[in-house]
T-cell receptor
Framework: AQSVTQLGSHVSVSEGALVLLRCNYS??????LFWYVQYPNQGLQLLLKYTTGATLVKGINGFEAEFKKSETSFHLTKPSAHMSDAAEYFCAVTPNDYKLSFGAGTTVTVRA | DAGITQSPRYKITETGRQVTLMCHQTWSHSYMFWYRQDLGHGLRLIYY???????DKGEVPDGYVVSRSKTENFPLTLESATRSQTSVYFC?????????????FGPGTRLTVL
């Protein structure tokens, strides 16, 4: 079985500051990992995914995440926050099948 | 318009009533999914379908029924709604079953059971 833990249900950052969202997973097999973003009153949109290969993955809107097997982590970062980054972010894992297990989500607030 | 749509977007019903949430996708994706989103739980899989007439249970299937007679439609029915089923429901689709393929999500249906 696999599970996802997102550390911190709410993160507040200043505009222009680093955004760091933490995700740790447990999986019995090498996982595939995803970050999704949800804007208010919308569905989820894929930010980036790790399947195989390079452990540093770049996504849309300037986000990137690094897969660290030894730490079972897949933290999401963005060097400089923008007001438009205010949203809820979900980390998800799958053991190479179609079923995704989601974390509880982290809400990001950006201060002007 | 192309994409994945859900209807209704908002629904208020009473305990014991039957409710059907609709999901329609125009991509001819083989896989479709129903999730519920609750505070503190993220998204949890209710049911999924690999193709027309093929469905299977997810993590939280109790109290829900699905069908898939056509590839593009995947309705979710609450046969006798309960207050614990108050939630936001998301439908998603994927081109194939492999995790290499992104799941595309609809805009959600906010259901309130009184």
């Amino acid at each position: 079985a696999q599970s996802v833990t997102q550390l911190g249900s709410h993160v507040s950052v200043s505009e222009g500051a680093l955004v760091l969202l933490r995700c740790n997973y447990s999986s019995s097999v090498p996982p595939y990992l995803f970050w999704y973003v949800q804007y208010p009153n919308q569905g989820l949109q894929l930010l980036l995914k790790y399947t195989t290969g390079a452990t540093l993955v770049k996504g849309i809107n300037g986000f990137e995440a690094e897969f660290k097997k030894s730490e079972t982590s897949f933290h999401l970062t963005k060097p400089s926050a923008h007001m438009s980054d205010a949203a809820e972010y979900f980390c998800a894992v799958t053991p190479n099948d179609y079923k995704l297990s989601f974390g509880a989500g982290t809400t990001v607030t950006v201060r002007a | 318009d192309a994409g994945i749509t859900q209807s209704p977007r908002y629904k208020i019903t009473e305990t014991g009533r039957q409710v059907t949430l609709m999901c329609h996708q125009t991509w001819s994706h083989s896989y479709m999914f129903w999730y519920r989103q609750d505070l503190g739980h993220g998204l949890r899989l209710i049911y999924y379908s690999a193709a027309a007439d093929i469905t299977d249970k997810g993590e939280v299937p109790d109290g829900y029924v699905v069908s898939r007679s056509k590839t593009e439609n995947f309705p979710l029915t609450l046969e006798s709604a309960t207050r614990s089923q108050t939630s936001v429901y998301f439908c998603a689709s994927s081109l194939a079953g492999s995790s290499y393929n992104e799941q595309f999500f609809g805009p959600g249906t906010r259901l309130t059971v009184l």
